[in-house]
């Protein structure tokens, strides 16, 4: 990490980083992620690899200059490939005192900070509990401090526009953004046109906030602020982009439908952090996605489940409380055997806990979360680009297997960025679909006939003439679908819907791993805790110690080598950001005796935490 | 898919179809299915299934396109019985499940069949939504004003002070008057019939299946173990002269040769009238179609239970946009306005670059 901090160079002879992770950190109304989003586009235009983390309170606007209301977002960017957004920032920008009281103990000692100075007023102060100015002591000695009058320079740099002191004053985030770009050699042209389209029917707020980036450039061009720059990473060839979890899933589920020419219609309850899965799919229409934004969660699966029935593929998309509401509708989807998605964004719980902080604690509620017995396939995805993946495996096993399936993304994945390299969509996954046309059993058809192979039962939708037939959420007979209280039926419906899900481990992925073949112990993980393990593990190999890893990205059934592979080490360690919830499946299902590792901070791990983790046990 | 997001199957065809060969043919018997009804007997549900069942036919639309959908209760099981598509969901939810069908497939003619403590306890929030957004469904609330299938515990359209198993010293609780639930809840059409009533129930349905959008009948229906007799006043024989039998464009009048009358009174509630002694000029003409709910809600306070002057009939109906059609125009417009979806385009969107 210390590679970070490093004597800079000039303008005209910067000093080259191969990585730096910065956190720009103000109050909710400071634009803090708009600011980070485009410092993260601009990354990614000059080729960088990256990775991002918004960290915001659940509040929209909590009261200004308070530690409540401080809204961060931290980028890691490289010249190489990386996978976390970074432990610890070797840059903090602090747009006021809160902002420094909340983020400085994160600051890497001799890091970078720079600080709008004009916030740091005796009111501001006084809201955070500073009884004198951080930046006059000697408190900050350990750092190198960049004290800029951020306010007073935008209202200057702004000061043709009819716009009034307050208006102004908001376009200080460009210009903190432009002091950044200059000393990390980022270009502003990609931001200016960026701020030209967004505020096209504004042009003096357009013209306001491109004065402001100017400013900040120019500032640290003539005041000779450090200056470096991070080269393009060598990534795999192909054409880029940056994506979010959401974004990702958004489109994953649009390939899905275009793959399985099935449309897709989504009911959807607004819950953070999954509703921008709603907003996008809302964007496209003309993909034939219908989507509804429904009164409530439990009538958001209903209606997802009715368009199932009616020959779509149904989708819904929630959080963790979104999920508890949405249990008895889900165990309907298991007993009427149709195709469905419910795709939980997980969030800090119980109850309505940490909305806007990620965790992994609904593992077990996915498993287990519905009266009787209930099974369905659970698919995880681990990055944001594999929100993507992760829609087509869940609509494929969905469609192909007549059955719910439950995909978990958190709130880490969801609301982070990373480049992805775009797939061709000749290379995607074909997702054959076929609707029940003809009577099955002489001129009669029954619903519940299932095939030979996959076990799933035909698919007939309303429309189809002679297959007209009801189905509910009383049991039904095997074969025939009429009700049926029959103990024996009961017993073997029972087990043909445990076998229907058990069997699609055949066709899944085996689990891989990677490492040293020698290892005596593995890393398990699942869901985003992929990037930190994978950094931790590469960390202790570089230092020459044994290590191996696998991730699972299939939680039910879990892959067919799953037991075989976990039996070859010594130990299994998990680390979860939950209190061991995969740990208690690998357990019970494998009669393992995993070390587990739990954090539920609302963050996600950091590489160094669980390097030294994993380290105590090798 | 098809350019407007239909499952891309042959058997499926957009639109209403009318009569083609053969629906003409149907009866009802095409519309029972091979499934014992398993209700009590002397329920008001088999008079009910009966009617729709014989309604149907002459609708002119195929079997196949007809889809059923109901909650948990007694009446619920009503799907079973049809011998269509259909689905017997979980309590309360079946407006959620029917809007789903219908906007998925707006093609299709989608029923929901609920009771009063399915549709308005359990349910309520979605049956208000699925009027409120003018859905295409039909939807039937049997309303026995008790639990049954629990074995008789009060509902939310028993009457206060309703002696039952759960309410041992009578129910403190005021009931739910269905009909101005709807109206209040935006609904464009708004009837109410009753179980035995042969020729009316089948004429309400009839004109609820010509309704676009949400249709919503409340259906007064005695349960004959738990609540007999719940609506004998209004129902019994010899005691016509508590229904009050709604005709559009028409003086409402009831009774004994017509000789009651409805009047409005000077602030805006309605009473019952001797029409010899007010003038048949004062009585009030029902008016279906009246852009204000207000009309029919007065009306629907006419009686707080079926021991009075109850009116029969359409309350209301009137045209607005249909939800599914509303998407079903967005889906068009975005297709004209950008072009048929194309994935690849949409994948590599927004700020790219290449690596070589």
């Given at each position: 990490m210390s590679a970070q901090i490093a004597p800079p160079g000039t303008g005209q002879e910067r000093k080259e980083l191969d990585r730096v992770v910065i956190r720009f950190a103000g109050d909710s109304g400071d634009g803090m992620q708009m600011t980070g989003d485009r410092f993260t586009s601009v990354s990614a235009f000059l080729g960088n690899d990256l990775s991002t983390l918004p960290d915001f309170p659940a509040e929209i606007r909590a009261p200004a200059g308070t530690l409540a209301g401080v809204s961060a977002f931290q980028i890691h960017f490289s010249d190489h490939d990386i996978l976390t957004p970074g432990d610890q920032p070797g840059v903090l920008v602090a747009m006021n005192p809160a902002a420094l009281k909340a983020n400085l103990k994160d600051l890497l000692p001799g890091g970078l900070l720079i600080v709008n100075e004009d916030a740091f007023d005796k009111r501001n102060l006084e809201k955070v509990g500073y009884t004198t100015n951080p930046l006059d002591g000697g408190s900050l000695e350990g750092f190198q401090v960049t004290r800029i009058h951020m306010t007073k320079m935008t209202i200057a740099a702004v000061k043709d526009s009819t716009l009034n002191k307050k208006e102004a004053e908001r376009s200080k985030n460009m210009l903190a953004l432009g002091v950044i770009c200059w000393m990390y050699g980022r270009p502003l042209e990609p931001t200016i046109a960026w701020l030209e389209k967004k505020f096209s029917k504004k042009p003096e707020i357009a013209n306001a906030t491109i004065a402001a980036?100017?400013?900040?450039?120019?500032?640290?061009?003539?005041?000779?602020?450090?200056?470096?720059?991070?080269?393009?990473?060598?990534?795999?060839?192909?054409?880029y982009r940056r994506i979010t979890g959401n974004q990702a899933i958004a489109f994953g589920l649009i390939a899905a439908s275009v793959q399985s020419k099935v449309p897709l219609l989504l009911g959807s309850y607004p819950i953070t952090p999954a509703s921008d899965i709603l907003h996008e799919l809302s964007r496209y229409k003309n993909f034939g996605v219908r989507t509804i934004q429904a009164e409530d969660e439990i009538a958001a699966i209903s209606m997802a489940i009715g368009a199932s029935f009616s020959g779509h593929l149904g989708v819904t998309t929630t959080s963790g409380p979104g999920l508890d509401l949405k249990s008895e509708a889900l165990g309907l989807a298991v007993s009427l055997e149709l195709p469905l998605l419910v795709i939980d964004i997980q969030r800090g719980g119980p109850s309505t806990g940490l909305p806007t902080k990620t965790e992994q604690s609904d593992l077990l509620h996915a498993m287990y979360g519905r009266h009787g017995e209930s099974p369905l396939p659970i698919v995880a995805s681990y990055s944001p680009p594999s929100c993507f993946w992760a829609a087509i495996e869940g609509a494929r096993l969905a469609l192909k297997y007549m059955t719910p399936v439950i995909i978990l993304s958190d709130g880490y994945l969801a609301n982070g960025a990373e480049p992805w390299r775009i797939p061709a969509v000749e290379k995607l996954p074909e997702i054959p679909v076929r609707f029940a046309s003809q009577p099955n059993v002489g001129e009669d058809f029954w619903p519940y006939l299932r095939d030979e192979t996959t076990l799933a039962r035909p698919w007939a939708i309303p429309g189809t003439p002679g297959l007209e037939h009801r189905i509910g959420g009383l049991e039904k007979a095997d074969g025939s679908g009429n009700i049926s209280y029959d103990p024996d039926n009961h017993n073997l419906m029972t087990l043909l819907r445990q076998a229907k899900i058990k069997a699609i481990e055949e066709d899944i992925d085996p689990l891989e791993w990677d490492g040293?073949?020698?290892?005596?112990?593995?890393?398990?993980?699942?869901?985003?805790?992929?990037?930190?393990?994978?950094?931790?593990?590469?960390?202790?190999?570089?230092?020459?110690?044994?290590?191996?890893?696998?991730?699972?990205?299939?939680?039910?059934?879990?892959?067919?080598?799953?037991?075989e592979l976990l039996s070859r080490f010594d130990e299994v360690i998990i680390p979860e950001m939950n209190m061991g919830q995969l740990s208690k499946l690998i357990r019970a299902e494998f009669l393992i005796d995993v070390i587990s590792i739990n954090q539920v901070k609302g963050l996600p791990f950091r590489a160094g935490d669980l390097e030294a983790e994993i380290e105590e046990h090798l | 898919m098809s350019e407007l997001g239909q499952p891309e199957d042959p058997t499926i065809e957009r639109g209403i179809t009318e009569g083609p060969g053969g629906v003409s043919t149907l009866t009802r018997q095409d519309f029972m299915s091979d499934q014992e009804v398993r209700w009590c007997a002397g329920c008001g549900d088999y008079a009910i299934l009966a009617a729709v069942q014989s309604v149907l036919p002459g609708l002119g639309i195929p079997r196949e396109k007809f889809v059923f959908v109901s909650g948990i209760g007694c009446s619920s099981r009503f799907p079973y019985y049809m011998n269509t598509y259909g689905i017997h969901s979980i309590h309360g939810r079946a407006p959620a499940f029917a809007t789903g069908?219908?906007?998925?497939?707006?093609?299709?003619?989608?029923?929901?069949?609920?009771?009063?403590?399915?549709?308005?306890?359990?349910?309520?929030?979605?049956?208000?939504?699925?009027?409120?957004?003018?859905?295409?469904?039909?939807?039937?609330?049997?309303?026995?004003?008790?639990?049954?299938?629990?074995?008789?515990?009060?509902?939310?359209?028993?009457?206060?002070?309703?002696?039952?198993?759960?309410?041992?010293?009578?129910?403190?609780?005021?009931?739910?008057?269905?009909?101005?639930?709807?109206?209040?809840?935006?609904?464009?059409?708004?009837?109410?019939?009753?179980?035995?009533?042969?020729?009316?129930?089948?004429?309400?349905?009839?004109?609820?299946?010509?309704?676009?959008?949400?249709?919503?009948?409340?259906?007064?229906?005695?349960?004959?173990?738990f609540n007999d007799g719940a609506f004998v006043a209004l129902t019994g024989k010899g005691r016509s002269g508590n229904r009050v039998y709604l005709e559009h464009g028409k003086p409402i009048v009831f009774g004994p040769d017509n000789s009651k009358g409805v009047r409005m009174k000077k602030d805006g509630a309605l009473e019952v009238v001797n029409v010899a002694d007010a003038g048949l000029d004062q009585i009030m003409v029902h008016d279906e179609h009246h852009e204000s709910q207000s009309l029919a809600y007065a009306l629907s306070r006419l009686s707080s239970g079926p021991t009075m002057p109850t009116p029969l009939g359409v309350f209301r109906e009137v045209e607005k946009p249909v939800y599914g059609d509303g998407i079903e125009r967005q889906l068009r417009m975005a297709a004209e306005q950008q072009g048929p979806g194309d994935l690849s385009k949409l994948l590599n969107s927004g700020d790219t670059w290449t690596v070589d």
């Open positions: 980036l100017k400013a900040g450039h120019a500032f640290g061009e003539t005041a000779e602020l450090a200056a470096y720059s991070v080269k393009p990473a060598t990534l795999a060839p192909g054409t040293d073949d020698d290892a005596r112990v593995l890393v398990l993980g699942w869901g985003s805790t992929y990037g930190a393990i994978g950094a931790a593990c590469r960390r202790l190999r570089l230092r020459g110690l044994k290590v191996a890893r696998a991730h699972l990205k299939h939680l039910n059934p879990f892959p067919k080598n799953t037991g | 069908i219908a906007t998925a497939r707006p093609d299709l003619n989608v029923w929901v069949v609920t009771g009063d403590g399915d549709g308005l306890s359990i349910g309520g929030n979605h049956l208000i939504h699925a009027l409120r957004r003018n859905v295409n469904l039909k939807i039937l609330l049997f309303n026995n004003q008790i639990y049954g299938l629990t074995k008789g515990q009060y509902s939310p359209t028993s009457e206060r002070g309703k002696v039952t198993k759960s309410t041992p010293f009578g129910s403190l609780e005021t009931p739910f008057n269905p009909v101005s639930l709807a109206l209040a809840a935006e609904a464009t059409f708004v009837a109410r019939t009753y179980d035995v009533e042969r020729k009316h129930l089948p004429e309400i349905l009839r004109r609820a299946a010509a309704h676009r959008g949400s249709a919503f009948i409340e259906i007064y229906q005695n349960c004959n173990i």
